[in-house]
């Protein structure tokens, strides 16, 4: 017996709002699929607003009413049957992210929760990991995004230690990351991995996922720090014009691009860690699977 659903998962970044259509293909006496279907990317720059004047402007919030208005069709359009909605670091830390919020659910039928740091990265940690892992190894995962960044160490297959830190690439570009944060990071990365030998970083996100496509590894092999290193050295000879006219970037990519290297490089260099490996997987599929595993509350399109 073969049975299909499509379940959607939609992220509120920082950055980007995304949309993730999902099949969920379950045959009896055989593991359950989990096939992307379709993806779709807004560069809606919320943490611009947010991390500058503590608010999401009236132009933002248009943008992200016609925005779900749309995710709200395209889900109706792929008979998507559940989906969860969920707003990340620029949303939560807005003064006006719960009318906001309120004004999606009134204008789009779309309804969407603020989620905290901690609850970011358990949904993210429930990802289907072991795909990409060897169980004998240890790791430190790193999802990085327009906000925040979501950090957790993994041995032998189990999660040991996860912490949400507030140094994302849009607080970078904006200059509003203190150097405590960053000190922070590093005594906090350094304690949860100096006990262990050897340690690879995991890295996800769209910046990292674009560095690896540009880099022409083969899937599931590793960037080394040396390699990355090199890279961030050679964007930064680039204005950011010319990441966009010479080295083909997105516009909305070309300049969030660098602070994320950063903030690899420095997980990297503070775990000891010689190589990245980048398994393209994110907050939405961990949204996808949570809903699947009814970790959390979900609502019916």
């Keep these: 017996m073969l049975s299909i659903k499509k379940y959607a998962a939609i992220d509120i970044g920082s950055n980007a ?4 259509i999902c099949n969920i293909i379950e045959e009896e006496g055989k593991p359950v699929q989990f096939k992307k279907n379709s993806l779709v990317r807004v560069p809606i720059r919320l943490g611009a607003d947010v991390f500058l004047k503590n608010e999401i402007s009236k132009a933002n ?28 670091s620029a949303m939560r830390e807005s003064s006006n992210g719960k009318e906001v919020v309120a004004r999606v659910l009134k204008e789009s039928d779309v309804k ?8 970011e990265a358990a949904i ?29 160490v993994i041995n032998q297959g189990k999660q040991v230690a996860s912490k949400s830190f507030k140094i994302g690439t849009v607080r970078l570009l904006n200059d509003v990351v203190k150097n405590a944060s960053w000190v922070d990071l590093e005594k ?44 961030y050295n050679m964007l930064q000879t680039y204005t950011y014009e010319e ?3 010479v080295l083909n970037l997105n516009e909305d990519r070309a300049d969030v691009i660098i602070p994320a290297m950063r903030i690899y490089l420095s997980a990297m260099k503070w775990s000891r860690s010689k190589h990245i490996y980048v398994p393209k997987i994110g907050l939405a599929d961990g949204i996808i699977k949570s809903i699947f595993y009814d970790t959390v509350t979900s609502n019916m399109q």
């Design 17 to 20: 709002v995304r949309l993730l």
């Design 61 to 88: 919030s248009d943008r992200i009413v016609d925005t779900m208005r749309a995710f709200n069709l395209l889900m109706k359009s792929h008979n998507v049957v559940k989906y969860k909605a969920c707003a990340t």
């Design 112 to 119: 969407i929760d603020i989620i905290d740091g901690e609850v």
């Design 124 to 152: 993210i940690a429930a990802t289907d990991l072991n795909k990409f892992i060897d169980p004998n190894k240890t790791y430190l995962y790193v999802d990085v995004g327009g906000g925040s960044t979501e950090f957790t």
């Design 188 to 231: 906090w990365i350094e304690a949860n991995t100096s006990q262990y030998e050897k340690i690879s970083v995991l890295g996800s996100g769209g910046n990292i996922n674009k560095i690896f496509k540009l880099s022409g590894k083969s899937f599931g092999k590793p960037l080394t720090f040396f390699y990355l290193t090199s890279y």
């Design 243 to 245: 990441r966009i006219t």
